[in-house]
C-alpha cells in the first residue's frame, strides 16, 4: 500500500494537472510533489522519445534494471512499453535468462547493454571493458544515453520503493508469463 495519497488532476494546482494526462500510479503518487514530478516527467519523455539511443536497446536497459532489482511496477510497466520499440516475448525471455546467468541468443550490442545496465544497478559503475566496448559500438552519445538511461530508472525503482508505489492491475497480469524472481546480488 502507498505510503503518499494517488493525486488526481483536480487535486493539483491547474499549471501541474497535465502532468496527470497518463494518469498511472507512479505518476499520481510523485504528483504529492508536484514540482518534482514537474521536472521528472519532460527526462522521462526525453528517455522514450528523443535520446539517440535505438528504443528497442532502451528498453532491454530498462527491462535489465527492473528485472534485477525485483521492481514489479517497472519491470510489469516496460514489458508492455517495449512491445511499442520492437521488443519481442523472446527478448523478454532472453533478458530474464542473461539476468539468471543463463545462456541466450541475443545480439552483442544487445548483451553490451544489457551488461552495462547490470554494473550500473549493482556496482553504481561500468568496467573498462564494459564502457570501451559500449563507446566502441555506440559512440560517445549513445553511450552516454546508456548510462543516463539506466541511472534514471534506478532513480525510478527506488522512487517506486520508497514511496510504495501499487502496481495497477492491468500491469500486475504481466507476471503471469513473466514471472520476477531474479537472482540474489
Known amino acids: ?5 494517488y493525486q488526481n488532476p483536480e487535486d ?12 498511472i500510479n507512479l505518476f499520481r503518487g510523485f504528483a504529492n510533489s508536484p ?5 521528472f516527467h519532460p527526462f522521462g ?3 522514450r ?4 539511443l535505438d528504443g528497442r536497446l532502451r528498453e532491454l536497459a530498462i527491462l535489465e534494471v527492473g528485472f534485477l532489482t525485483a521492481s514489479e511496477y517497472e519491470f510489469t510497466h516496460h514489458v508492455v512499453i517495449s512491445r511499442q520499440f520492437g521488443v519481442t516475448d523472446e527478448d523478454i525471455d532472453n533478458v530474464i535468462a542473461f539476468t539468471r546467468g543463463e545462456s541466450t541468443t541475443l545480439s552483442e550490442l544487445d548483451l553490451l547493454v544489457l551488461t552495462a545496465a547490470r554494473e550500473l544497478t ?5 568496467t573498462d571493458d564494459t564502457a570501451n566496448a559500449l563507446i566502441q559500438e555506440l559512440g560517445h552519445a549513445r553511450f552516454t544515453d546508456v548510462v543516463v538511461i539506466s ?8 522512487v517506486l520503493g520508497g514511496l510504495r508505489i501499487d502496481n495497477e492491475p492491468e ?3 504481466v507476471l503471469e508469463r513473466f514471472p520476477l524472481d531474479p537472482p540474489r546480488v
Open 171 to 173: 500491469y500486475a497480469q
Open 12 to 23: 493539483l494546482a491547474p499549471e501541474y494537472r497535465s502532468l496527470l494526462d497518463r494518469p
Open 49 to 52: 522519445w528523443d535520446c539517440e
Open 45 to 47: 519523455e526525453w528517455i
Open 151 to 158: 541511472a534514471f530508472y534506478n532513480m525510478v525503482v527506488r
Open 122 to 126: 549493482i556496482n553504481r559503475a561500468l
Open 35 to 39: 514540482a518534482a514530478l514537474a521536472h
Open 1 to 5: 500500500m502507498a505510503l503518499v495519497p
